[in-house]
């Protein structure tokens, strides 16, 4: 079997989906002919070891039997293990197989676990172990501050990690996140005997981006094993505050170069230096609060200051000349179109053998939305941008409505 005219296949491109696409429905097509090509290579120029991979590939011999054993006759890797394992959840182990050796055929460590085994029998039978921790309301903090002016002076606390779960806390539950925080007494006094047996729960409501108003909720369990508080300063005083926000406007927000300058220019200027590792907190923090300001609502206001106002926008201010503030979804695309009146003026170079030039980069703010960029390059091949495009999509009509604003 031979075909008239034959295509090389298409060459994926990975973040091009279409090209893979593209790819399937070549080999999709043209699969019927690959063994006969494969076989015509072997006779004409011997049967070398990629020639004889791809003819044992192509009769899917192998494959089709591993995918039998795989889906009828139980032959999946692992699958014994992952059966075995259900154990660990005790829902299921109530009607599970009780008996250790039915378990420790597929898991050879339980074998050293034959004295706890009736232990843990009894503790999932007997129902004591608890679907939910019952953590008690401690204390109530209207902001961050308020917050960390309370932890100070006590003992330290770390929180290994968070989720972002729906709001329990308001009265009027609406659709916003609020900050869950799971964490455990960090002191070493407490752990000169035992483990510190006290649990804390931080929630803070994100229905506010701004911290000087988030609500947080602290909740406890168990007591200390120890009285004694090294007093370590938790968080970035409030001059502190100032002179990082200061700094991110006027030089860079990468944490390292902030904290070398607060040494060098600002030691003098604050009664407490944080360590590096608290200005890293505080601006991840920083940009956290940041990203939750995503409501439309929210963003006009912050637009209409950039209008354009005939004698009143300078030649280099940047304004909007195209806004189409929709909620980015595939029936309601977000526009957002702006230049300044300096680089507008690059169009002058059309009159002088310039080309005009469409593209689109990515990755530049945080849902990943496309920036269009229209320029020119002038005879030398310098490209001078004219104006820019937000959008939520990249398609024909994203395109028609930047070339026709």
Known sequence: MYHQKPVLPPTPVITRWNTWFEDVKYHQTYIGYLPSFINDEIRLFNDTEILMQ?????????????????LFDGGMPLMKLFKAARFLDPNQFKILSQNINDYSSNINSLERCKEEWPIYCNIVNDGIMPKSIPFQLKAVFANHIDFNDYIIGRHPIHYPKFNKVNCTLCKNRS??????????????????????????????CLKHCDRL???????????HNSNSVLNVRRGLTEKAEEIVEDLIYNYDSKPKLIHVRMKKKYKHKIDYMPTLEQVQHYIKNRRNCISENNKIDELKPILDNYRYQYGVTKNDELFLFGVDLGEGTEKNHFHLVFTSYSLLKN????????????????????YNYPLIVFGITDIKHKFFPICFMFTSHEQEEDYDFFLNV
């Open 175 to 204: 659709k916003h996140k609020m900050q869950q925080k799971y964490g455990f007494c960090s002191n070493k006094d407490c752990f000169l005997k035992e483990e510190c047996p006290y649990r804390t729960k931080l929630c803070v």
């Open 347 to 366: 169009i002058e170079f059309a009159n002088k053998g310039g080309m005009f030039h469409l593209d689109a980069t990515y990755k530049i703010v945080k």
């Open 213 to 223: 108003v988030q609500k947080h909720y602290l909740y406890s369990i168990g007591k």
């Open 54 to 70: 791809l003819s044992e590939l192509l009769v899917f011999s192998d494959s089709k039997s591993k995918l039998h054993n795989y």
